[in-house]
C-alpha cells in the first residue's frame, strides 16, 4: 500500500502571514468542481491520520496531491484527488473552512464525535493554558515575519531601482519562444495555478523538492528578488497565452503576490529560486539583469539587511519551534480522551464513500 511518502505532488497547503492564513485550496474549494470533505476536531484527533490513509486507499484510482501543515511538517492538511473531484481538508484554525453549501458540496465530518467529554473537562485548566501559550508563540513568530517582510521589501525596492527592464525582457520573450512555443490547437485554455512549495516551518525554512525530480530544471540565482518575481511572471502569462498550465509558489517572505518559483508540468521545466538543489540546473545569473553601479552603492545596505533577515528568520524559527512543543503538549490531552475505533470507522465509511463518487 502507498503511504504519502511515496507521492511526488507534495506542497504546504499555504503560509501564515502576519495578518491571516494564505490558504492556496480556497479557489479549488469555491470552484464548484469539487465535493469537499471538512474535517473539524481539535488537535490529536486523528485528522491528519485520517487523511494519510484515504490518500493511501484511494491514490490507486487517482493520483492525489498532499498537502501538509507549514507548523508541523509531519501532519497533513489536504488531500486532493483532481481526477475523482474530491477534496479532504482541515477546517480547523488557521485555516478555517465552513460550508457553503453544507451537504451538497461541502460535508462536515465533525471528529469531535468520537471524544469523551468528561476527560476533555477534567483536563480544562491544562488545555486553556497550552492552547493560549500555543497562541503567544504563534503570535511572537509573525511579529518576526512582520519584520522580516518589511526588511525584504527593502531589499527588493534596491532591485526594481537597479533593474534593466528592457535587458529582461527580450530574454524572456527569447526563453518564452524556446520552451513554450503556441499550440496550433490547444486541448485546453492555459491555467495558472498557486501551489505553495516552500514554507517556513519549526525545522526551518522546507522546500518540497521532489517536485522538481527528472524535470530540467533552471536555478535562479537572485539576492534582490525583484529579476526572480519580473521574470516568473512574464514566462508564466506567455505559457499560459500559449495554452500551457503553469503552477506558481508565492514568496512566503514578502508580502502580496511574488513568485519564487514556477513549474510548466507539460513539458516538464521549471524555475527555482532562493533554496539548494541536489539535481542538476541550468544556472540564470540574475546579476545581468541589474545595474551594477546602483548595487555597488547600495552595498552596505543590502549586507545589512541580509544580515538582519537572517537573525530574525532564526528568532522566528525558534518560536515556531516552541509553539510547535506546546501543540505536542496539547494532543495528549486529546489523544487520551479520543475513541480511535470510532475514527477508524468514520475513516472507512468516508473511504467508502469517496472511492464510489
Not at 521589501?153 to 534596491?158: A, P
Request: aromatic fraction near 8%; charge should be negative.
Amino acid at each position: 500500500m502507498a503511504t504519502t511518502n511515496d507521492f511526488k505532488k507534495t506542497y504546504f497547503l499555504g503560509y501564515s502571514t502576519p495578518n491571516d492564513f494564505n490558504n492556496h485550496l480556497k479557489d479549488d474549494i469555491e470552484s464548484g468542481e469539487f465535493t469537499t470533505y471538512i474535517i473539524k476536531g481539535g488537535p490529536g484527533t486523528g485528522k491528519s491520520s485520517m487523511m494519510k490513509k484515504i490518500a493511501s486507499m484511494v491514490s490507486d484510482l487517482d493520483e492525489p496531491e498532499i498537502y501538509y501543515c507549514s507548523s508541523d511538517p509531519n501532519s497533513l492538511d489536504a488531500v486532493l484527488f483532481d481526477n475523482l473531484k474530491v477534496i479532504i481538508a482541515d477546517g480547523t484554525a488557521p485555516h478555517v473552512i465552513e460550508p457553503t453549501y453544507p451537504g451538497a458540496r461541502e460535508v462536515l465530518v465533525d471528529l469531535g464525535e468520537c471524544w469523551n467529554l468528561d476527560s476533555l473537562s477534567a483536563d480544562k485548566n491544562g488545555i486553556i493554558d497550552a492552547t493560549n501559550r500555543n497562541l503567544r508563540y504563534h503570535a511572537l513568530a509573525k511579529k518576526y515575519l512582520s519584520a522580516i517582510i518589511s526588511v525584504n521589501e527593502d531589499i527588493m525596492s534596491i532591485g526594481d531601482s537597479a533593474l534593466d527592464c528592457e535587458k529582461l525582457g527580450s530574454y524572456c520573450e527569447r526563453l518564452s519562444a524556446k520552451l513554450f512555443p503556441k499550440k496550433k490547437s490547444p486541448d485546453h485554455q492555459g491555467k495558472i495555478k498557486f501551489r505553495q512549495m516552500t514554507s517556513f516551518t519549526p525545522d526551518g525554512v522546507k522546500t518540497f523538492n521532489n517536485l522538481f525530480e527528472n524535470l530540467d530544471v533552471y536555478k535562479i540565482e537572485d539576492d534582490c528578488f525583484s529579476v526572480t518575481d519580473k521574470l516568473l511572471k512574464q514566462l508564466a502569462g506567455c505559457a499560459r497565452d500559449n495554452g500551457y498550465d503553469v503552477l506558481i509558489s508565492k514568496n512566503v517572505f514578502l508580502s502580496g503576490s511574488v513568485y519564487q518559483h514556477m513549474i510548466i508540468p507539460e513539458i516538464g521545466t521549471d524555475f527555482v529560486s532562493g533554496v539548494p538543489l541536489d539535481t542538476n540546473s541550468t544556472k540564470i545569473n540574475a546579476m545581468r539583469f541589474y545595474d551594477k553601479d546602483i548595487l555597488r552603492d547600495k552595498h552596505k545596505r543590502l549586507m545589512f539587511d541580509e544580515g538582519i533577515v537572517k537573525e530574525l528568520t532564526d528568532e522566528m524559527i525558534s518560536a515556531l519551534r516552541t509553539a510547535k512543543d506546546i501543540h505536542d503538549e496539547l494532543e495528549s490531552y486529546y489523544i487520551k480522551a479520543m475513541d480511535f475505533d470510532k475514527v477508524n470507522s468514520t475513516c472507512e465509511q468516508l473511504i467508502e464513500r469517496i472511492r464510489n463518487h
